[in-house]
């Protein structure tokens, strides 16, 4: 199961929730995936979804809220519907906000509580919504959080972006073809709405995935400075050994002090050791070590 049908499991109605939440819910349901029509002379509503899941929900809620006779069915064995003609779709009209609810403001000017703004939002995710967390393991970062919300129409995707935002949840708008998503991209903002959406078991699962991939990038980084690192202890090395090796070939090795002869000694036959072991060694500081050495590679370069 992916985490878009893991999501949707979570935040699906259930008993416990108090009418006003399920008649959100049941708005969200229609707003999403429903459209009005005449045919013979008779109104009719129909919900389509590729899903069997918003339809059969919304069919369970239409009863119960409603007490309308709708028809289901499954076209060519790909889209799910369910349709309701006549008076039957004028029952659940008068619930979810009668003519009204097809035009701008029309599907959340009733809704009162955060507790409501929830649950529309629970069933508009159920209905088109989509997410994306990254494993543990990923780490490029085009490879992101993601959580949206398609709608066909811009009103009603501006409209469910400022429900969201009433619940200061932050989310942005985007233009996808015939579509409008509301989303959010980053951890804690996906984080944000899958909170709110009661997809708990998620934002677990988001809190754990950040933690790791954030503790894995302090080790990349570490390991990348240790890399780095070495590699200018390797080239600092290789020229004190050349300066090194310079003196000792126009005879001005034998002109120095003891302490730079064994300075050198000790710096050529241990060429991969770092200035560290090579200070305790010769049983001196890093930084007096340091002063030797650049005087030694100094020396070098004048001959």
């Not at 929730?17 to 109104?43: M, N, Q, T």
């Not at 507790?115 to 490879?143: C, D, H, M, N, Q």
């Not at 989310?171 to 959406?197: M, P, Q, R, T």
Request: proline share 1%; hydrophobic share 40%; net charge neutral.
């Amino acid at each position: 199961m992916n985490i878009t049908d893991e999501i949707k499991e979570q935040i699906l109605i259930n008993d416990d929730d108090k009418k006003p939440d399920k008649r959100a819910f049941l708005c969200a349901l229609v707003k999403c995936l429903g459209s009005l029509g005449i045919e013979g002379g008779k109104a009719y509503l129909t919900l389509e979804s590729k899903h069997k899941l918003p339809v059969i929900t919304a069919i369970s809620l239409i009863k119960e809220l409603c007490g309308a006779e709708v028809e289901y069915g499954n076209a060519e064995g790909k889209t799910h519907y369910v349709r309701a003609e006549g008076a039957e779709a004028a029952k659940i009209m008068n619930v979810v906000g009668e003519g009204r609810f097809f035009t701008e403001l029309g599907a959340t000017d009733n809704i009162k509580s955060r507790a409501e703004a929830a649950a529309y939002a629970r069933g508009a995710f159920l209905a088109s919504g989509s997410a994306y967390i990254p494993s543990e393991e990923v780490t490029e970062k085009s490879a992101g959080y993601h959580v949206e919300f398609l709608f066909f129409g811009e009103d009603a995707a501006t409209e469910f972006k400022k429900l969201l935002e009433r619940c200061a949840i932050n989310v942005h708008l985007v233009k996808k073809g015939n579509y409008y998503g509301v989303y959010a991209k980053s951890a804690e903002a996906v984080s944000d709405v899958l909170a709110f959406l009661g997809a708990d078991e998620s934002v677990i699962r988001i809190t754990a995935v950040s933690i790791t991939r954030e503790m894995n990038g302090v080790a990349n980084r570490k390991k990348n400075c240790d890399f780095a690192n070495m590699e200018k202890t390797v080239d600092s090395a290789m020229r004190q050994i050349e300066a090194i090796e310079r003196l000792e070939a126009t005879g001005e090795y034998d002109k120095l002090d003891e302490k730079l002869k064994e300075t050198c000694r000790v710096r050529k036959e241990h060429s991969d050791a770092s200035l560290s072991d090579l200070a305790e060694m010769l049983g001196i500081s890093k930084s007096g070590l340091n002063h030797r050495l650049e005087r030694i590679v100094r020396l070098g370069k004048k001959r």
